[in-house]
């Protein structure tokens, strides 16, 4: 079954610095999600990214935060300037249809930890 | 706004004992109800999906849900746990919102088999 991939799985950065967490959708899907989970809480929405465009934000997608799909295959989450309280597992999802007619599906994540 | 509550943060059954984990959910119209599965390490598993018709929902696993409108509840029920069974489970509901969508999820049960 085709699956959601992300890269890398783990990433340890200092404060301050950029990084760009990498996920490779399902190939046909055209809705592409970032959701974040910090360590005890639960999964947050982030952003939502149809048409090479963001359709949804939430507040805590800040000025910080960037999406882009640079090509056919990547869609990525660029932070700026990392600060602690980004330190979370990140999950990056895609469906087919505008969902909830279809459902998303997640990658296996990539866990930031920001020192 | 929407929101979900999943009342139980942990829960141990034994293995082969029946297992139901409770979520209630607030949302103004028809709901799109999910239920997903985390397994150590790993991203997030659709286990089953309600958005209209026949109430009780079976999904993989040998996992099935109720939804109860007048109780504004959607529990998971598993018969027979197995100690694979072991993870944490994720209610969600969703939204369609501009061009795409967005899941609110729950904070989440951990669910701990003994054999």
């Known amino acids: 079954e085709p699956e959601v991939t992300q890269t890398p799985s783990h990433q340890v950065t200092q404060m301050g610095q950029e990084v760009i967490l990498r996920c490779v959708p399902i190939?046909?899907?055209?809705?592409f999600y970032w959701y974040r989970q910090i360590l005890g809480q639960k999964v947050e929405f982030l952003v939502s990214?149809?048409?090479?465009?963001?359709?949804?934000k939430s507040e805590i997608f800040d000025d910080q935060f960037s999406v882009e799909r640079p090509d056919g295959s990547n869609f990525t989450l660029k932070i700026r300037s990392t600060k602690l309280e980004d330190s979370a597992m990140y999950f990056c999802?895609?469906?087919?249809?505008?969902?909830?007619?279809?459902?998303?599906?997640f990658g296996n994540g990539t866990r930031l930890t920001v020192t | 706004a929407q929101s979900v509550t999943q009342p139980d943060i942990h829960i141990t059954v034994s293995e082969g004992a029946s297992l139901e984990l409770r979520c209630n959910y607030s949302?103004?119209?028809?709901?799109?109800l999910f239920w997903y599965v985390q397994s150590p390490g790993q991203g997030l598993q659709l286990l089953l999906k309600?958005?209209?018709?026949?109430?009780l929902v079976q999904g993989i696993k040998g996992f099935e849900a109720e939804f109860k409108r007048s109780q504004s509840s959607f529990n998971l029920r598993k018969p027979s746990v197995h100690w694979s069974d072991a993870a944490e489970y994720f209610c969600?509901?969703?939204?369609?919102?501009?061009?795409?969508?967005?899941?609110?999820f729950g904070t989440g049960t951990r669910l701990q088999v003994t054999l």
């Open positions: 999802a895609s469906s087919e249809a505008r969902a909830p007619n279809s459902p998303l599906h």
């Open positions: 949302y103004g119209a028809t709901p799109y």
């Open positions: 990214f149809y048409n090479n465009e963001i359709s949804e």
């Open positions: 969600a509901v969703g939204q369609l919102t501009g061009t795409a969508s967005k899941l609110t």
């Open positions: 309600y958005f209209s018709g026949d109430t």
């Open positions: 190939s046909n899907h055209l809705y």
